[in-house]
């Protein structure tokens, strides 16, 4: 089955910098790849996905991209703000249609 | 992006007893919805997929006698969790897919549920 693997756990920015974080899957099959935003008690949030068809997709500060042949993708994040303290998770579906989750980024953005 | 919305948002309940949570799709019809645990600090575990018309599929370890799933609607799924003891507290979030042509297969969260089993 699919298993994706997300790094690093913690993530430690100054305000304005950028934040990177990466993630792997194992099933070539996957063809689908969000990333969720969740703040503490809360549900996940859709906050940038990319299909299988597409190697990079950007909206305002946040891009993803997609490398197929080493089965990696990432999360960019540019000019950080407080706001943007959350824990993301990357999520790649498995042949059955079904989202596998990494472990969890925690982003913490500092004044 | 999609709404997905859940109730309640959190809950108090007595050991022993049944706690029902429900998940909506407000502006789009989900014919599959998913069904997660997660625990603190953790990363979402799939619990069951809910299939609109048909039975649940359970993911492997999770008791589906336990955890009740009920598709009803196009836009409904509820998930009721029985005879509840300490060890089911936690937080139950849903999603649902989003199949529309403008969408394609995205997968949008409800809110999440907290229940406390006391």
């Known amino acids: 089955g699919e298993n994706v693997e997300q790094h690093p756990s913690t993530l430690s920015v100054q305000e304005g910098d950028s934040a990177v974080i990466k993630c792997t899957y194992s099933?070539?099959?996957?063809?689908?790849f969000p990333w969720y935003k969740q703040e503490l008690g809360k549900g996940p949030q859709l906050i940038i996905d990319i299909r299988s068809n597409v190697g990079e997709k950007k909206d305002q500060r946040i891009a993803v991209t997609l490398n197929k042949t080493a089965k990696h993708f990432s999360l960019h994040i540019t000019e950080t703000q407080p706001e943007d303290s959350a824990v993301y998770f990357c999520?790649?579906?498995?042949?059955?249609?079904?989202?596998?989750f990494g472990a969890g980024t925690q982003v913490v953005v500092t004044p | 992006g999609a709404v997905v919305s859940q109730h309640p948002s959190w809950v108090i309940c007595k050991s022993g007893t049944s706690v029902k949570i429900e998940c909506r799709s407000l502006?789009?019809?989900?014919?599959?919805m998913f069904w997660y645990r997660q625990f603190p600090k953790q990363s979402l575990m799939l619990m069951a997929t809910?299939?609109?018309?048909?039975?649940?599929?359970?993911e492997q370890g999770v008791e589906k006698d336990k955890f009740l799933i009920n598709h009803a609607s196009l836009t409904l799924s509820t998930l009721t969790v029985t005879s509840a003891h300490p060890e089911d507290s936690s937080f139950y979030i849903c999603?649902?897919?989003?199949?529309?042509?403008?969408?394609?297969?995205?997968?949008?969260f409800g809110e999440g549920s907290w229940l406390t089993v006391v």
């Open positions: 809910s299939n609109e018309g048909s039975k649940a599929t359970y």
């Open positions: 999603s649902a897919r989003d199949y529309r042509t403008n969408s394609g297969n995205t997968i949008y």
């Open positions: 999520a790649a579906t498995d042949s059955w249609g079904k989202l596998q």
């Open positions: 502006d789009f019809q989900a014919t599959t």
């Open positions: 099933d070539s099959a996957s063809n689908y």
